[in-house]
């Protein structure tokens, strides 16, 4: 998994709690990105990053927020969790070179249970 | 709405023969078409891409084929194998978008 973990790598928490979401990448990549994968869906963006302390929304980021305060780290957190968040979160990590983004690097995920 | 629309939803294919798995899109400022394969408990990996300027990429047994016109692209497994049993995702970005829109993706099943 190209240097990416996550952690916790599968979690149950109940409606209404905050859970924070980790990914850890030691390939020292400029670009981190959080997807959800659900179902019928695919994976779907959450929210990146492309830089230590840049990030913007992805395409179902409403109830999510985001951190990176290191390179290597980009933190996820459901504010307050809710039955539709139950679903399996990659992290992913990609370079840029001259504008040119390369290939995407998927972490092993994390399966989220929201009850 | 999905941005890329792929099928089928599941395929089975007897060992050696060929799985086709199509995806079409309707922005056409998309300019890079990979394809992931995703085994169960990990996470998605690159498998192969193409960029619009070709018609048609491969690489061992994987071979894409895309059609710029009608916005349309397939991944090839020529002589399937066991091992590609797997869920393979389409997938379509853009240059500068940050954005990577997948397709709802296809269960392989190869049979010995």
């Known amino acids: 998994d190209a240097g990416i973990t996550q952690s916790p790598r599968h979690k149950v928490t109940e409606t209404g709690t905050p859970v924070t979401l980790r990914c850890h990448q030691t390939?020292?990549?400029?670009?981190m990105y959080w997807y959800r994968q659900d179902p019928g869906h695919g994976l779907r963006l959450i929210h990146y990053?492309?830089?230590?302390?840049?990030?913007d929304k992805g395409e179902v980021s409403d109830g999510y927020s985001v951190s990176r305060s290191k390179t290597e780290d980009f933190l996820l957190t459901l504010e307050s969790a809710t039955s539709s968040q139950t679903s399996v979160y990659f992290c992913?990590?990609?370079?840029?070179?001259?504008?040119?983004?390369?290939?995407?690097?998927f972490g092993p995920g994390t399966r989220l249970t929201v009850t | 709405q999905q941005q890329v629309k792929q099928s089928p939803q599941s395929l089975i294919v007897q060992k050696g023969g060929i799985s086709i798995i199509n995806c079409a899109y309707e922005n056409t400022a998309f300019d890079y078409f990979p394809w992931y394969q995703q085994f169960p408990g990990k996470g998605p990996a690159l498998l192969i891409a193409i960029r619009p300027d070709v018609s048609e990429k491969k690489e061992g047994r994987f071979t894409i084929s895309f059609n710029k016109s009608a916005k349309q692209f397939s991944l090839h497994i020529m002589d399937s194998q066991p091992g590609d049993s797997a869920t393979y995702f389409c997938a379509a970005d853009q240059t500068g978008a940050n954005n990577l829109f997948f397709g709802t993706g296809t269960r392989l099943t190869v049979i010995p």
């Open positions: 390939e020292n990549h400029r670009y």
């Open positions: 992913a990590i990609s370079e840029s070179v001259a504008s040119i983004r390369y290939e995407q690097y």
């Open positions: 990053s492309y830089g230590v302390k840049d990030t």
